[in-house]
T-cell receptor, first 114, second 119 residues
């Protein structure tokens, strides 16, 4: 049972456009929702994270929107740049539970064309 | 801050031999570290949770006798792949949760990964 469903699997955006990646979760005990960015051959890097007490969090060109009732959250990348081309993973975890394990989505390969 | 290193970055070993991968938190202490395995174009698969001073907790289906994990200090965890076989070839990544985080906070920082090739 996949607890975090991520879509789309791949995404192509033109430079300057908005990239939107969506995730849906099932476990209502999830309390922490990070997004990670991974370049080929590298480890994932924490991009931005949100907790369910807020509906939106913005850091530079990256914004997380969170809809608790729909059990969905999304990553928006404004003014997308070719350097943003990477695989993005959403994740979720239960607060303090199970030794802080993260449950990951399957990832979205983002390509930003120049 | 929050830098995690892994060594080696790449390793090639012969079938039947063992290989050790180190994961270090460079500028913070980490009571809890995690080991993941990632196949090409796939997501991260959690193998085990490593807690300093105690035995690792392995995910279902992960052979604890094959993937030995030691978390002997607050800045170092090691993964030893014993009697490696070609099917163990993969990208192994560790992450670390800073000890200074409040109990309900869960930020994890990942290492750069280790590419293991078993011939």
């Amino acid at each position: 049972q996949q607890q975090v469903k991520q879509s789309p699997q791949s995404l192509i955006v033109q430079k300057g456009g908005i990239s939107i990646i969506n995730c849906a979760y099932e476990n209502t005990a999830f309390d922490y929702f990070p997004w990670y960015q991974q370049f080929p051959g590298k480890g994932p890097a924490l991009l931005i994270a949100i907790r369910p007490d807020v509906s939106e969090k913005k850091e530079g060109r990256f914004t997380i929107s969170f809809n608790k009732s729909a059990k969905q959250f999304s990553l928006h990348i404004m003014d997308s740049q070719p350097g943003d081309s990477a695989t993005y993973f959403c994740a979720a975890s239960v607060p303090g539970g199970s030794n802080y394990k993260l449950t990951f989505g399957k990832g979205t390969l983002l390509t930003v064309n120049p | 801050g929050a830098v995690v290193s892994q060594h080696p970055s790449r390793v090639i070993c012969k079938s039947g031999t063992s290989v050790k991968i180190e994961c270090r938190s460079l500028d913070f202490q980490a009571t809890t570290m995690f080991w993941y395995r990632q196949f090409p174009k796939q997501s991260l698969m959690l193998m085990a949770t490593s807690n300093e001073g105690s035995k690792a907790t392995y995910e279902q289906g992960v052979e604890k006798d094959k993937f030995l994990i030691n978390h002997a200090s607050l800045t170092l965890s090691t993964l030893t792949v014993t009697s490696a076989h070609p099917e163990d070839s993969s990208f192994y990544i560790c992450s670390a949760r800073p000890s200074y985080l409040a109990v309900l906070k869960n930020e994890q920082y990942f290492g750069p990964g280790t590419r293991l090739t078993v011939t």
